[in-house]
């Protein structure tokens, strides 16, 4: 059955959960679906703001699971406290960090021989880069539009882990002059792609957010 929620630690999380299709005969003969014995990496992607309409439905998000599922990574969006399904309220930040460590607690559980990576996009990059920079469980940061004046950064900023970035053009969250200097800033390794002519949801360009997915991971290796 499709796993469509989770424990968290103010109740339920709604999530959903992309898996790597793989195939096996059972014993009448048919194909069945099976649960990979490997994936490429356990991903967790957060949202952005639920008080500005931000869910794991938003496309760049839904775009973003799909193109690493492609690449053959296992990947779980979720719902923060209070949006969709999941219970609780919003808490600015503190307990939508805690509902990002719930959700990586499973997909470790889940895949543990898997790396795992964590990531988001806007207020969901701040959240996923923040938590995914301090868990010594993740290996890769992905960062979607991150809102890098209107929170903290600075652990992301010197983070030794790998970290990718995808940028609208003219994002007027953060502008791209923004991001320029906090990346020449920020330690290696990192990558930056940025995609022309885009705002920050990516409005019209959400298919090029994963076109950047599968360049940038394409052919990386940890």
């Known amino acids: 059955m499709p796993i469509r929620e989770i424990e968290g630690p103010a109740g339920r999380l709604e999530v959903l959960l992309d898996e790597p299709a793989s195939r096996q005969v059972n014993t009448d003969g048919l194909l069945e679906a099976a649960l990979p014995a490997g994936v490429r990496a356990a991903v967790v992607l957060a949202h952005p703001h639920p008080q500005q309409g931000g869910t794991m439905h938003t496309k ?29 309220r919003f808490d600015d930040g503190r307990g939508e960090m805690d509902d990002c460590r719930a959700a990586l607690d499973f997909m470790h559980d889940r895949y543990p021989q898997a790396p795992l990576w964590c990531g988001g996009m806007s207020f969901g990059a701040w959240i996923g880069l ?44 953060c502008p791209l002059k923004e991001m320029r200097a906090f990346y020449a800033r920020a330690a290696d390794p990192k990558e930056l792609v940025v995609i022309d002519g885009a705002d920050h949801l990516f ?19 940890e």
């Open 60 to 88: 760049a998000v839904y775009q973003s699971a799909k193109a690493l599922l492609r690449i053959g990574c296992a990947v779980l969006r979720f719902n923060f406290r209070g949006a969709g399904a999941s219970a609780g």
């Open 130 to 173: 923040t938590v995914g920079a301090r868990d010594p469980r993740v290996s890769t940061l992905i960062g979607i539009a991150p809102p890098l004046s209107r929170y903290d950064f600075e652990d992301v900023r010197t983070s030794p882990k790998p970290k990718f970035f995808i940028q609208g053009e003219f994002d007027e969250v």
């Open 203 to 221: 409005d019209g360009k959400v298919s090029q957010v994963a076109d950047a997915i599968e360049d940038l991971f394409g052919d990386w290796t």
